[in-house]
């Protein structure tokens, strides 16, 4: 069983900086991707970034420019590095793993860490 292991997180002020890491118990190269999602109150959950195996990535419009993945590939983890932090990045961020076969594919999911960001 994959297992997704975050880290990070916490309230930081606007403006401000934080970095989440995810650590997968099996290879980064088995996913098609790992990456972020975020959920917040009253909203359904969202895609933040994603990195595939191949090292492509993926932004959401709105953390273009603040926000930056990245990947250890020796400690198959990857980071995201949140800077100019906003109220409205306020969420559960989560680490997701994809693995895709030829005619499925499965989505392993972290517990989730919170991101609090408020004066």
């Known amino acids: 069983q994959v297992q997704l292991v975050e880290s990070g997180g916490g309230l930081v002020h606007p403006g401000g900086s934080l970095r989440v890491s995810c650590a997968a118990s099996e290879s980064y190269s088995k996913f098609y991707h790992m990456g972020w999602y975020r959920q917040a109150p009253g909203k359904q959950r969202e895609l933040v970034a994603t990195m595939t195996r191949g090292g492509s990535i993926e932004y959401s419009d709105s953390v273009k420019g603040r926000f930056t993945i990245s990947r250890d590939n020796a400690k198959n983890t990857v980071y995201l590095q949140m800077n100019n932090l906003k109220p409205e990045d306020t969420a559960v961020y989560y680490c997701?793993?994809?693995?895709?076969?030829?005619?499925?594919?499965?989505?392993?999911w972290g517990q989730g860490t919170q991101v609090t960001v408020s004066s």
């Open positions: 997701n793993a994809l693995l895709r076969y030829a005619d499925s594919e499965t989505d392993y």
